[in-house]
């Protein structure tokens, strides 16, 4: 029993070296809607699918990850990249614009009309507590669910506490799979964005169903809201990952 004590302790132990000695994640975020044209969806994922993708790579991007919402009527195309730093994500964003190679895709493409009607574009910052991007799904499709919790006034840091302390583990004992999580940066509203994967809808519902009845959480909520609220609003999307997304 000693022995067992003793290991069980070492263990407990290293592993709160690693926790400490964990590299924050400080990469600039975007995640970026493209709205394409009338019947141009096809034509804008097979332009990502075939130059884009490799283009923003070779200017020093990293993707993340590519989807198109379940139910698209406006023909949505939402994907997230990120840079070491603000200043190299604007940087590596003049060299594509530049790159020759990108004008001569952007022009014979656009041959018979431009593919994008319109891009939404918000910066994102990694929280402490969002787990490291693993593009690895495994053999299993998976549906993701964009998130976005816009944060009542003043109650940003409240909301980040209660994930960080109570709804990332419950999160994970109802069988969701947390993707990551983000703030929005440079502009307002203060919102938590975040993406979840699940099997489909159905076991999103009987996930967020068990959730919200878990007594841990009622209570977490109840003892969090004692001075009102913390969101002022919350926004949920449905995507299937493209062919060529990174994380599927």
């Known amino acids: 029993m000693k022995l067992f004590r003793l290991l069980s302790t070492a263990l407990c132990l290293s592993a709160s070296a690693l926790a400490v000695s964990a590299e924050p994640d400080t990469r600039c975020y975007e995640m970026r809607t493209y709205y394409a044209a009338p019947g141009k969806l096809d034509a804008l994922q097979a332009r990502f699918r075939n130059h884009s993708c490799a ?38 964003w003049k060299e594509f614009g ?13 041959v018979n ?9 918000v910066f994102l910052k990694a929280t402490d507590f969002s787990p490291a ?20 006034p003043g109650k940003l840091e409240a909301l980040l506490s209660r994930f960080r302390d109570h709804t990332t583990a419950l999160f994970t004992k109802h069988g969701m799979t947390q993707v990551g999580y983000w703030t929005r940066t440079g502009g307002e509203p ?11 809808k159905d076991a999103a519902a009987a996930s967020f169903k068990a959730f919200r009845a878990d007594p841990a959480w009622v209570e977490a909520k109840k003892a969090s809201e004692v001075n009102g ?11 299937a ?6 994380i599927k």
């Open 241 to 246: 990952p493209t062919d060529f997304s990174p």
């Open 229 to 239: 609220t913390l969101t002022a609003k919350v926004e949920s999307v449905f995507m």
């Open 113 to 121: 009309g431009k593919l994008v009607a319109k891009v939404d574009s």
């Open 133 to 152: 991007v693993n593009p690895s799904g495994g053999a299993t499709p998976r549906c993701f669910e964009l998130r976005t919790y816009t944060a009542a």
């Open 190 to 200: 203060e919102q938590l964005v975040y993406i979840l994967a699940h099997a489909g």
């Open 55 to 92: 283009l923003l790579e070779k200017h020093g991007f990293t993707n993340t990850g590519y989807w198109v919402p379940l139910e698209n009527p406006d023909n949505k195309l939402v994907y997230i990249i990120s840079s070491p730093s603000r200043e190299a994500h604007d940087k590596a």
């Open 98 to 110: 530049a790159d020759p190679e990108w004008k001569k895709v952007a022009a014979e493409s656009e």
